[in-house]
Structures are given as C-alpha cells and as structure tokens.
Nanobody
C-alpha cells in the first residue's frame, strides 16, 4: 500500500489544518493512523481509526484538538488539527496496518506542518 500525505504547510498558532492521507488502492480493510516527528525528537503517536471508522483513539498530547476520520469511498484518511500550537510543528506521517495490533508496515513520506507563534 502506497500512502501519500498532503495538506501540510505554515499556519499561525491557534489556527487549523486538515491533513489527508490517500492511496491508489483500497484502504477499507486497513486500520489507519497518524504519527508525527518534531525536529530532533522521536516519532509520536497521534491517533488511529478502525477500518469502519467506528472506533478512534488518540494520544494524550492531541486529545480534544485533533480528530481522525476516513472516507473509504475515496481511499483517504484525514487528520483535522485545531488550536494549533508551535509545539505541533513536525513532519506528520500516516500509516496503514491490517489491524490495530498488526505491524505498521505501510507509511507515507510525510508532510511538514509548521506553526508560527
């Protein structure tokens, strides 16, 4: 599965962005999720969504500000990011896995998000 993230860019603190994660193949049977990697730091888990979209889970640092959704008809997952802070500056990656407990072995190339103060 080849994944492509898009929607990153420069935004002011307090603003919003929506990232997309798209594939040319069907994603409806995959669990999808998001990570980010700030400069000089380890990759951080942001959230995950089940194949149906019926279940989601989030990392503590973004809970209440970020929302994951998906549109299986478009083979796309989304990460809606609100109330952005400078600490949210990072490269954002999506992944696909066969299930929530399966290896995350399909990754996109990442998209840069920069939040200015």
């Amino acid at each position: 599965v080849q994944l492509v993230e898009s929607g990153g860019g420069l935004v002011q603190a307090g603003g919003s962005l929506r990232l997309s994660c798209s594939a040319s193949t069907r994603l409806s049977s995959y669990t999808l999720g998001w990570f980010r990697q700030p400069p000089g730091n380890e990759r951080e888990f942001l959230g995950v969504i089940s194949w149906s979209g019926g279940r989601t889970g989030y990392g503590d640092s973004v809970k209440g500000r970020f929302t994951i959704s998906r549109d299986n008809a478009k083979n796309t997952a989304y990460l809606q990011m609100n109330s952005l802070k400078p600490d949210d500056t990072a490269v954002y990656y999506c992944y696909a896995a066969r299930s929530i407990s399966s290896p995350r072995d399909n990754w996109g190339q990442g998209t840069q998000v920069t939040v200015s103060s």
